[in-house]
Each structure stands twice: as structure tokens, then as C-alpha cells.
């Protein structure tokens, strides 16, 4: 069953005046529990898409639906997480994550349950009383991560989660990023231009052209990720060296240059 639906999805923007086409013709289906990655040149609309389906902008043709409804605007079935970390700083942790259960008006005992929970899950133990100013950038990714899964939202929107993370630290969000997956699966579309995090997160990449954006192939990693049993392999480093996974990431590799390269090539 889908519950992300992309049809026919149209973005006219202006700019000083003139109005250009951000994004035509896509159709996009993300099924439930499915993990799709968006990779494309940058400027191909890939954030727009995103606060599309968060319902914080609207296309100008076709319609984005969750769970059967037209998005019009935001809504606790879709937590979003940004690059940047957006924690509250004057809250610790624990009140971070805390925060949108109390929106959704979950009981004291369950809100104490899930936390700690999603905080054993995301390695975030004994953080529980720091504020953000006290933690790492991976940290603080940790926590707005967390802060996301804990509302167990029908949806999860990533938008280049880890892209102000410096590289190591990054690997290690990716390695717990699928170990949550695997272990906890929810339906996600997840943002990247790095083409590895794309190939080693998801179910499906979808390839993005260059403006005006639209799909330019989708690419099923599940099917391939099962047969070869990547997820032996508890170390991303051991993974990229699979051959599947080269082949893959040659593969979105060379499409992704063509579209970088458009005109020119
Ligand atoms: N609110 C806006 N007004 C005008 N142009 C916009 C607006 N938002 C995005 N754009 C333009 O739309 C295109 C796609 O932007 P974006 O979705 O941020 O791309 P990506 O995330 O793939 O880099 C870019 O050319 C950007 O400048
Ligand atoms: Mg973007």
C-alpha cells in the first residue's frame, strides 16, 4: 500500500518576476514501511519536494497525498528532521524528545516508556538531563532524530539529516540510522546528495534530473541488500566494499553525472 503518493506533481516558483518550473511531471509512490532516498543535482527540488509532502508548500500542479489524503498542511502523521538540528536549547534532552508526545497528548507512563526506549535505542543514555549546547553535533542529530521516531509518525521526512555532520561522525549516524531502520521499520523519505548514505539507507533511490526536476530513474536496492545479505555486515565500510554495493553506487554514480554534466556532455 502507498502512503506517500507524488502524482503529477508541479512547482512553478517565481523569481525577480519571471516564473520558472521547479519541478514537473512526479510520480512518486512510497509503500509502507518503505525507505526511499532522493538523490539529484542540487537545485532539482529535492527540499521542495520534501516540504511538500510535510504540507509547509504546495505544488501548483498534480497533488501529494499520505495515506490516501490531499497534504494541505502539516500534521503530527509527518515528523520532519531537518540538517539543522532545530533542538530547543533551553530544553534538555528528555524535554526535547518529550515535547511532541505531549502535543499528541500521550499519557505520562507511555511518554516514559517510549523515551526511554528510543534513548536506549539511539545510544543517547545518560544524556538524558544535557542540553544541546552540551552535546556534539552527532549528538544533537541523535536527539532530533530520536525526538521524530518517538511519535511513531506514519511518516518520517529527512532532509540531508546528517549533512553538517563531520565524516566520521556521519558513519556512525548511518550505522545507526539502519540499524534503527531494519530493527524498527517506518515509512521514510529521506533527502541526500551523497550518493553512498542513499545506497546504503534505502529501500528505492529515486534519481532526480537536474532543474526542471523530475524522475529520472528509481532504483531498487532491497531486492539486491536481501539476496547478498548486507546486513551481516554491521560496519558501512564493509558493506561499500561488496561488490552489489559498487555496482549500485556506479550505477546512480553515472546517473547522477549526466545530469550534472547535462548540456555540456
Ligand atoms: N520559495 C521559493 N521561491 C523561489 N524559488 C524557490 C523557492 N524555493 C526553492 N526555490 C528554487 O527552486 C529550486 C529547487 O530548490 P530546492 O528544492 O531547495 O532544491 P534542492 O533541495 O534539490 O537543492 C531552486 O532553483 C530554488 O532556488
Ligand atoms: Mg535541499
Same mark, same amino acid.
Given at each position: 500500500?502507498?502512503?506517500?503518493?507524488?502524482?503529477?506533481?508541479?512547482?512553478?516558483?517565481?523569481?525577480?518576476?519571471?516564473?520558472?518550473?521547479?519541478?514537473?511531471?512526479?510520480?512518486?509512490?512510497?509503500?509502507?514501511?518503505?525507505?526511499?532516498?532522493?538523490?539529484?543535482?542540487?537545485?532539482?527540488?529535492?527540499?521542495?519536494?520534501?516540504?511538500?509532502?510535510?504540507? /509547509?508548500?504546495?505544488?501548483?500542479? !498534480?497533488?501529494?497525498?499520505?495515506?490516501?489524503? *490531499? #497534504?494541505? &498542511?502539516?500534521?503530527?502523521? =509527518?515528523?520532519?528532521?531537518?540538517?539543522?538540528?532545530?533542538?530547543?536549547?533551553?530544553?534538555?534532552?528528555?524535554?526535547?524528545?518529550?515535547?511532541?508526545?505531549?502535543?499528541?497528548?500521550?499519557?505520562?507512563?507511555?511518554?516514559?516508556?517510549?523515551?526511554?526506549?528510543?534513548?536506549?535505542?539511539?545510544?543517547?543514555?545518560?544524556?538524558?538531563?544535557?542540553?544541546?549546547?552540551?552535546?556534539?553535533?552527532?549528538?544533537?542529530?541523535?536527539?532530533?532524530?530520536?525526538?521524530?521516531?518517538?511519535?511513531?509518525?506514519?511518516?518520517? /521526512?529527512?532532509?540531508?539529516?546528517? !549533512?553538517?555532520?563531520?565524516?566520521?561522525?556521519? *558513519? #556512525?549516524? &548511518?550505522?545507526?540510522?539502519? =540499524?534503527?531502520?531494519?530493527?524498527?521499520?517506518?515509512?521514510?523519505?529521506?533527502?541526500?546528495?551523497?550518493?553512498?548514505?542513499?545506497?546504503?539507507?534505502?529501500?528505492?533511490?529515486?534519481?532526480?534530473?537536474?532543474?526542471?526536476?523530475?524522475?529520472?530513474?528509481?532504483?531498487?536496492?532491497?531486492?539486491?541488500?536481501?539476496?547478498?545479505?548486507?546486513?551481516?555486515?554491521?560496519?558501512?565500510?564493509?558493506?561499500?566494499?561488496?561488490?552489489?554495493?559498487?555496482?549500485?553506487?556506479?550505477?546512480?554514480?553515472?546517473?547522477?553525472?549526466?545530469?550534472?554534466?547535462?548540456?555540456?556532455?
Amino acid at each position: 500500500m502507498a502512503i506517500i503518493q507524488f502524482q503529477n506533481v508541479q512547482r512553478v516558483f517565481s523569481q525577480n518576476g519571471k516564473d520558472f518550473v521547479a519541478l514537473k511531471d512526479i510520480e512518486l509512490e512510497v509503500k509502507d514501511r518503505e525507505f526511499v532516498a532522493i538523490v539529484g543535482p542540487s537545485g532539482c527540488g529535492k527540499t521542495t519536494c520534501m516540504r511538500m509532502a510535510a504540507g /509547509l508548500e504546495h505544488p501548483t500542479g !498534480g497533488q501529494v497525498r499520505v495515506d490516501g489524503q *490531499v #497534504v494541505t &498542511q502539516p500534521g503530527p502523521d =509527518r515528523a520532519v528532521v531537518f540538517q539543522a538540528f532545530a533542538l530547543f536549547p533551553w530544553k534538555t534532552v528528555w524535554d526535547n524528545i518529550e515535547f511532541g508526545l505531549h502535543s499528541l497528548g500521550v499519557d505520562a507512563a507511555e511518554r516514559k516508556r517510549r523515551i526511554e526506549q528510543i534513548i536506549a535505542l539511539m545510544g543517547l543514555g545518560g544524556y538524558e538531563q544535557a542540553y544541546p549546547h552540551q552535546l556534539s553535533g552527532g549528538m544533537q542529530q541523535r536527539v532530533a532524530i530520536a525526538r521524530a521516531y518517538v511519535l511513531d509518525p506514519k511518516v518520517l /521526512l529527512m532532509d540531508e539529516p546528517f !549533512g553538517a555532520l563531520d565524516a566520521q561522525t556521519r *558513519v #556512525v549516524m &548511518q550505522e545507526e540510522l539502519v =540499524r534503527l531502520a531494519r530493527k524498527n521499520p517506518r515509512t521514510v523519505l529521506f533527502i541526500t546528495h551523497a550518493v553512498e548514505e542513499a545506497v546504503y539507507l534505502a529501500d528505492r533511490i529515486v534519481v532526480m534530473s537536474r532543474r526542471p526536476g523530475t524522475v529520472r530513474e528509481i532504483i531498487d536496492v532491497k531486492t539486491i541488500r536481501e539476496a547478498e545479505d548486507w546486513d551481516q555486515h554491521k560496519r558501512i565500510e564493509d558493506v561499500m566494499d561488496l561488490p552489489s554495493f559498487v555496482h549500485l553506487r556506479t550505477h546512480v554514480w553515472k546517473l547522477l553525472r549526466e545530469q550534472q554534466l547535462g548540456d555540456e556532455h
